[in-house]
């Protein structure tokens, strides 16, 4: 089995930047052939696609409304998944969870909440000034 853990959430102001990380400790197989997504949930509302890495390569998908301030990037050999989130907006508030996709070496990079499982806890990154 694989557990996921986020941290590296927190307070900053509008602008600022912040590195989430998700760990993974895989247990029964390798991290390194499934995809990684991320997510985030603003309160109230529905939890919504960030960003994805193919489980192998540089293939990667973003959020229209993030493309060009975050980053999804991996480190197999730590067994972690990072999103770069720079120029941060209020409405970037939310609780962000990373998950693995359900499928082993999928071709292409999922994006829906549907293809992911194994669901971090979250954690809470504030936008405000």
């Known amino acids: 089995q694989v557990q996921l853990v986020e941290s590296g959430g927190g307070l900053v102001q509008p602008g600022g930047s912040l590195r989430l990380s998700c760990a993974a400790s895989v247990l029964t197989s390798p991290f390194s052939g499934y995809a990684i997504g991320w997510f985030r949930q603003p309160p109230g509302k529905e939890r919504d696609f960030v960003a994805a890495?193919?489980?192998?390569?540089?293939?990667?998908a973003y959020a229209d409304s993030v493309k060009g301030r975050f980053t999804i990037s991996r480190d197999n050999a730590k067994n972690t998944v990072y999103l770069q989130m720079n120029s941060l907006k209020p409405e970037d508030t939310a609780s962000y969870y990373c998950?693995?996709?359900?499928?082993?070496?999928?071709?292409?990079?999922?994006?829906?909440?549907?293809?992911?499982?194994?669901w971090g806890q979250g954690t809470q990154v504030t936008v405000s000034s």
């Open positions: 890495t193919k489980w192998s390569g540089d293939n990667r």
């Open positions: 998950a693995k996709d359900r499928l082993i070496r999928r071709s292409m990079v999922p994006t829906r909440i549907g293809d992911f499982n194994s």
